[in-house]
Structures are given as C-alpha cells and as structure tokens.
C-alpha cells in the first residue's frame, strides 16, 4: 500500500527546490515591507549579518533558515509585487527616475563632487550623529545610503563616499580534464578513476564563511564611521558600545552549522557561581605576579638594562584552548582527567623549587588545595612530565568535567585575527579598535555579566584566562631557556627581561610575535635594575 503524502510535505518539497529571489529582490521586498534586518533574522532563526550577506548576495540561503526565509519573501512579493508589468505607467515613471539618477563611478576611482553638491551638510541629531532614514542613491556618488542632508536627499554622511567595488561575474562551471586512459590486464575490466573534490569544496566553504564574518566587522566600522561624520571619538564610542552584541552575532554565526551543540545556560557547580556580587567565585586561574628576587630596582648599583615587552591580543590567542561542551559531571580522584575532557580540578600542587621561573600556579597566599582550570593542570602536568622534569604531578581531588574540544572557538578566533591583521595592515584604527573590544569583551562577559545576557559560561571564562596565563609562562621559559633572565612576569601579557630579546623572540604585532610595552612611567620600555646582595 502506498504512504500518504501530504499536501503541506509536498508544498515544502517544492519550496526547498525552488530558486530563490536574487539578491536585489530580498532586500527590495524587506524594505517595501519596513522591516529591519534584526526583525528578519529573528523569524527566521539567523544572526542579523547572515540577513545582511543574503541581501548583498556574499552568501546563499540554506536549510533550516532558508524555508522559513523562502516564505516569508514569497509573502512579501504578494504584498509588494515588483512594478515590471510592461505598458504600467508606474514602472515607466520609476525605470525614468532611476536613469535620471546619478550612477557609481568606475571601480576603484574617487566619484567626482558637482560643485552644486559641495556645500550640502549633513542632517544631524542633538547628539550630533547623523540621522538615519529610507535608503537612496547619494546625490553625490550614487550609491545607496540612509543617510541625507538638511534638505532631505540621500547622502553620505561626513563625505564617506565610496568607491564601488567591481562586479565579480560568476565562473562558469570548469568540466573536469579528460583522464589519461589506463591499460589493464585484458582479463579485467576497465576503472574509472575518480577524483575526489571533497576538500576542495569544505575549503571554500570555509572560506565564504571567513568572509561573510569579515564582511560583518567590516560594515560595522563603516557603519559608524560614517554615522560619526568624521568624529573619531564619537565613532570609537559607538563601536566599543556594540562591540558585544556583534561578537555575540558573530559567535552565533559561527555555530550555526557547527557538528558540536552546547549549553548557553548550563547547570554548574557551586564553585562556579558567585556567592556575593562582590565576591567572586573559587576557580583560581593562576594570574601571575612574578618578580626576580635576585634584582631590584633601588639597588644601589643598578647597571643591568631591562625590556618590558608586552604580548600581542594575548585573549585572543587564548580562545584557542580545550572547552567543556556538555554538562560537566562529577568525578573524584584522578578519573575525570582526560586529553579529550575539560573542566575545573580540586587539586593541591607540588612545590615549586625554581625561585628564578615563575610559579606557573600564580603567587598564592595560601597554601594547600585549590580549584583551577584545565588549562593550568594541563600546564602542571606537562611541567611534571619527562620532557620537563620542573615539578612533581599535582595531586588530584575531585573534578567537574565534560566532554570537550580544542577547537570550539576557532572560527570566531580566525575571523577576529584576520580582520585584526587587515586593521594593522591598512592602519585603520577604528577597525583594530572595534576587534579588540570584541576579543577581549566576550572573553570578560561570557561569565556573570550584566552587558552579556545571550550566554553564561563562568568555566570558559576561567579557562580562557587561565590559557592566556599558560601561554606567557610558556613564553617566561622561551626566555630563560634562551639565555635572558625573566625579571618579572605580571598579568596576561607583561614579560620583563635582560640580555637582548630580539635573539628569542621576533619583533612586531603579529599574534606570534612581542613588542617593547610602552608605559607612561617607562616611555621606551627599558628601565635599569641593580642585584640585589646576598649573604656569602
């Protein structure tokens, strides 16, 4: 007997066949309809900017926001059909505005300004930024903006005219090369060798992504800069304003096709919870607080040159670490202690017997057991192994661990390094603002936080602290191994050494290498210590 097939599965068949509207059409329709493109990515279950990469065709809808999409614009085109229709004398009246209106210059050269058009001025709030409206043509350039001067034309606020981009006109589809033909042995029968295009394809779908998460901090500076009209400080604020909700958007938008799903609001421990606003919670991320007890700045001889150097976006490097993804479980002893799992330990360390290396567990005021984070046990246990012989292993007590992976962070992490090289690249100072403020914001927020609602996870907090904590001891030992003297390690990202460290480390921003740390107290970065006498 044959299944019965409804109407409604064979309506949303035909809907995930059928070709979307283009680009243009998308966006003409949703503002037809006055409707924002937060209002949209709601409906639909997306982040605002995978809207805004629909609308300017960056990237192409897919399931399951993309039926939900389909009908929303199969609806709207009913509300708000296209005036094509030949003969309309609409259409004709609208297709003889839009010659009359000024078109983009040719790609990568400035639109010229009519000298009728020079004196127009901005229309402005109170606060001074420019005021949005319906989205035109600029009277100057001829590219579509929301902005408009005091007599109500679309324009460019601050003459952030730009030149357009040159259209990119899809490949064709390249046929495979005709394969060699293979003799065989008569006995057997010929084989088709096969080419396999599968790595080809996930790598420029990584791709696509990478720049559809670009195009987002990308429209989010230019966005503001332009609202600000010119006014660094006003579009600084601004950005360092929206600097959470668009991480978060962009964290979103890394997770949407994702293979692991996770808990925003998961069920954690009593160690994890504050017990007080003021109080915090017991994990210790071993923050350290090192300083060489062999010298001292008020020595009476102090001839030894010290470089303060400072490590480059040290949170951001950090996110790449090992995070709990399911529901952390309770284990004792050394059970929960795994390469493949992650969490917070009760552990009571060994004694650390190297006064001239910092304690990779932090200056403690007690001693005894302690709750820490997998990235400082993994750091003890490294310490403690073979390799390094520097420790003894740690003794285990208990654990709350998950399930977990290195790379969770890793697409939001590459798109924030990116678009940071591209700031110092182009030396755009907005653009390496606005990404640190998102690095180093969602890193703070994503525990207890009162600016971040969309996710509360105390444990990758600790964890990506404590990795940035790990990274520059591990950056103290380079040092020492290389022959200078560490004369202080302090925060996340301070190292102070002797001797020459252009002959360990390489100079620049780059995320693996350091830069001298300028200080109003030590406007070169260098200072002179003195060594401190001892008895005998």
């Not at 958007?249 to 890394?254: Q, W």
């Not at 001239?356 to 993994?378: F, K, N, Q, S």
Request: charged share 25%; hydrophobic share 35%.
């Amino acid at each position: 007997m044959n299944e019965k097939v409804s109407v409604e599965s064979l309506l949303e068949e035909a809907r995930l066949a059928k070709a979307m509207p283009p680009p243009a059409e998308r966006l003409r329709l949703r503002e037809a309809a006055g409707l924002t493109r937060d209002q949209v990515a709601r409906a639909v279950g997306v982040a605002r900017g995978t809207v805004q990469n629909w609308e300017r065709g960056a990237s192409e809808p897919t399931p399951p926001g993309r039926l939900e999409y389909l009908r929303l614009l199969e609806g709207l085109a009913q509300l708000y059909p296209a005036p094509e229709a030949p003969g309309d004398p609409v259409a004709e009246l609208l297709a003889a505005a839009k010659s009359s209106t000024p078109q983009p210059p040719a790609p990568g050269v400035a639109p010229p300004v009519p000298a009728a058009l020079t004196g127009l001025e901005t229309l402005r709030g109170p606060d001074g930024r420019a005021i949005e409206g319906d989205p035109g043509p600029c009277v100057r350039c001829g590219v579509e903006t929301t902005y408009q001067s005091t007599d109500g034309r679309p324009l460019h606020s601050g003459a952030m005219c730009q030149p357009t981009a040159p259209a990119v006109p899809p490949t064709p589809p390249t046929s495979a090369p005709a394969l060699a033909p293979v003799s065989a042995p008569a006995s057997a029968s010929p084989v088709p060798a096969r080419v396999s295009t599968r790595p080809q394809r996930r790598s420029k779908s990584a791709e696509r992504a990478q720049e559809d998460l670009l195009g987002m901090i990308r429209d989010a500076v230019r966005e503001e800069a332009e609202r600000a009209g010119g006014d660094e400080e006003a579009a600084v604020a601004a950005l360092e304003k929206r600097a959470v909700p668009d991480v978060m958007d962009l964290f979103a938008e890394t997770r949407s096709s994702a293979r692991y799903e996770y808990t925003a609001y998961p069920t954690l421990p009593d160690i994890l919870h504050k017990p007080t606003k003021k109080r915090p919670d017991e994990i210790w991320e071993a923050r350290p607080r090192f300083r060489h007890p062999g010298y001292s700045m008020r020595a009476a001889r102090a001839d030894v040159r010290v470089t303060a150097l400072d490590t480059n976006a040290a949170y951001l490097s950090s996110m790449k670490c090992w995070l709990p993804i399911g529901r952390l479980e309770h284990t004792t002893g050394a059970d929960g202690v795994n390469p493949k799992r992650a969490g917070v330990h009760l552990i009571t360390p060994a004694q650390w017997a190297h006064p001239y290396l910092p304690d990779p567990i932090g200056d403690r005021d007690e001693p005894g057991a302690l709750w820490v984070t997998d990235a400082t046990l993994r750091l003890l246990l490294r310490l403690s192994g073979s390799k390094y012989g520097l420790t003894g292993a740690p003794e285990i007590h208990e654990s709350w661990t998950s399930g977990a992976t290195e790379n969770f962070l890793d697409a939001l992490r590459k798109a924030l390094a990116v678009a940071r090289d591209e700031a110092l690249t182009t030396r755009d100072v907005l653009l390496e603002m606005y990404v640190k403020s998102m690095y180093s914001k969602f890193v703070s927020t994503m525990g207890e936080s009162d600016t971040n609602r969309k996710i509360y996870r105390p444990d990758w907090m600790h964890i990506v602290r404590a990795q940035a904590h790990a990274n520059l001891w591990s950056k103290a030992y380079k040092a020492h191994q290389g022959g200078l003297e560490v004369i202080a390690m302090l925060g996340t990202d301070e190292l102070h050494v002797t001797g020459d460290p252009w002959s360990v480390f390489t100079e620049g921003r780059a995320l693996s290498q350091m830069k001298v740390k300028y200080t109003d107290a030590k406007a070169s970065g260098e200072y002179m210590v003195g060594k401190v006498k001892t008895d005998g």
